[in-house]
């Protein structure tokens, strides 16, 4: 035996070799400490829009060291004219991000557009570099260069304006990427089968944001299978959206383009028209060529969870459809206005859908802009909240929150028979990045999968198309065909610009 101080030279090399082998298999987390993820584990990801609500959500998930933002793009280079909920609430996101207090301290508005996105990026990454300095992400201000240069990219998430929701979803599943996005999936009925069938044909991993999963929900579905309110009869859905000017014409003034945004790639597949504030940004959501309306902004919320829950797995068998009339004042004269162009102020649709496996038929009420269903006599002299859901049938109901939080059966007598008197559990929501980062990671199809959200994108499409048909329209999903109004069938679609045909 060698003493400790003795080491032969054979020793020696072997006591090496082996330290050496023990270190090239320590793990790379290990090494890198709690917390560590190695860029091979990263979800490289493309970030398409750099308005207000992308930026938002862009300093939410950038701290998320899973994820690698690779590139952004965004037609506008860069205002401040953007609208938003709050005068700083965008500034003050960002500096708490950054953890700099001094972030925009110069800036006159509402920051967005791709030198934002790319700062934010930068200068996030930049803070855990040694040097301080980070300049690893391209901008791009067309979502097609950026898809045919960022060959390495796993993913993107898509925070643009509705209309061009479809198109770059398939676009960017045809290169084989994962993809992430806003609600809706698009805004006309073709488009979001085409973004469906797309992600099932080409196997990539797909997430809606709109997706969670609600222990309201589930205890529903439990009081509606105990018989509680006996057979279900309607579901009533309301909000207080929209909380965005809408308009009932397109405007005529022609306003000039401002410098360093792209109109028309921010008009994409929609035909030409002159540009007008009134179009962009935040105020997009009213315009049937470019947004859904409140039932696209909010209903997927509501809606999708709670079909999910309840086992709503076909669309709707018709929908009828009422809207806020408009008057113009026409050489002195009032006339009624046709608005064939924007949602209106408020509306209420009614969806007949058939038996589902465990439901029977019943008829789902959708109400926007201020109105709401008739109170429930159960309630006494107690309104209705502002957003909610309640579900009737032949034997009660059930109150709750909008997406179907806190529900409480009616009358009082039945909520204390099916909680023994005892307050009802603690609410109970799944959702966040997470689950989409493991789907993207594995390969494989996240809860809010696009696979997924068939039955509630066409209920909400079929909305749309009703308000412009002006008539109950009956329809047929397996054909995706209009039945009773040959003319309605072309609100399923839109006019493309040439070469933007999908």
Excluded at 3 to 20: L, V
Aim: with cysteine.
């Amino acid at each position: 035996m060698n003493n400790k101080g003795n080491i032969n030279r054979r020793e020696f090399i072997g006591t090496a070799a082996a330290a050496s082998l023990a270190f090239t298999i320590v793990p790379r987390h290990v090494v890198g400490g709690p917390g560590f993820v190695p860029p091979s584990d990263k979800v490289n990801l493309a970030y398409i829009g750099c308005g207000t609500q992308g930026l938002r959500e862009m300093c939410d998930i950038i701290t998320n060291p899973e994820l690698h933002i690779v590139s952004v793009c965004d037609p506008n280079k860069f205002s401040t004219n953007y609208i938003d909920w709050s005068p700083n609430g965008i500034r003050d996101d960002i500096r708490k991000t950054l953890g700099d207090s001094s972030w925009g301290e110069n800036l006159k508005g509402i920051p967005g557009g791709r030198d934002v996105g790319k700062e934010v990026v930068e200068k996030y990454y930049a803070k855990n570099k040694p040097s301080g300095k980070y300049k690893g992400c391209n901008a791009y201000n067309d979502f097609r260069e950026l898809l045919e240069k960022e060959r390495d990219i796993d993913a993107v998430k898509i925070m643009t304006p509705d209309h061009l929701h479809g198109y770059i979803s398939v676009a960017s599943m045809k290169k084989g990427k994962h993809v992430v996005i806003h609600k809706p999936l698009a805004n006309r009925m073709y488009e979001a089968r085409l973004v469906i069938d797309t992600a099932k044909k080409t196997g990539v991993s797909t997430h809606l944001l709109a997706w969670s999963k609600r222990s309201g929900n589930e205890l529903v579905k439990k009081w509606i299978a105990e018989g509680r309110i006996g057979k279900l009869l309607e579901i009533h859905n309301w909000s207080n959206r929209p909380v965005w000017p809408q308009w009932t014409s397109n405007p005529t003034d022609t306003p000039p383009v401002p410098e360093g945004f792209d109109w028309d790639l921010w008009l994409g597949p929609v035909p030409h028209r002159p540009y007008h504030p009134h179009y962009a940004h935040n105020v997009f959501r009213g315009w049937y060529d470019f947004g859904g309306g409140s039932i696209a902004d909010m209903g997927h919320y509501s809606l999708w969870p709670l079909f999910l829950s309840l086992g709503i797995n076909t669309a709707p068998l018709s929908a009828e459809a009422y809207g806020t009339t408009t008057c113009v004042i026409d050489g002195n004269v009032s006339r009624p206005h046709k608005n064939d162009v924007a949602f209106p102020y408020s509306c209420i649709v009614r969806f007949r859908f058939p038996q589902q496996e465990t439901l029977p038929a019943f008829d789902l009420f959708w109400y926007d802009g201020g109105m709401k269903p008739r109170t429930p006599d159960e309630l006494g002299d107690k309104p209705l909240p502002r957003e909610g859901m309640m579900f009737v049938g032949d034997q009660g109901k059930i109150i709750a929150g909008f997406r179907c939080e806190k529900p409480v059966l009616l009358p009082e007598s039945k909520m204390r028979e099916a909680t023994g008197g005892t307050e009802p559990p603690e609410e109970v929501v799944e959702r966040g990045e997470e689950h989409w980062i493991r789907a993207f990671k594995n390969k494989t199809q996240s809860p809010g999968s696009f696979t997924l959200a068939g039955p509630v994108s066409e209920t909400i499409l079929l909305g749309a198309v009703a308000l412009r048909a002006g008539k109950k329209v009956l329809y047929d999903s397996a054909q995706m065909k209009i039945t009773n109004d040959e003319a309605a069938n072309k609100f399923l679609y839109r006019e493309y610009r040439p070469g933007w045909e999908m």
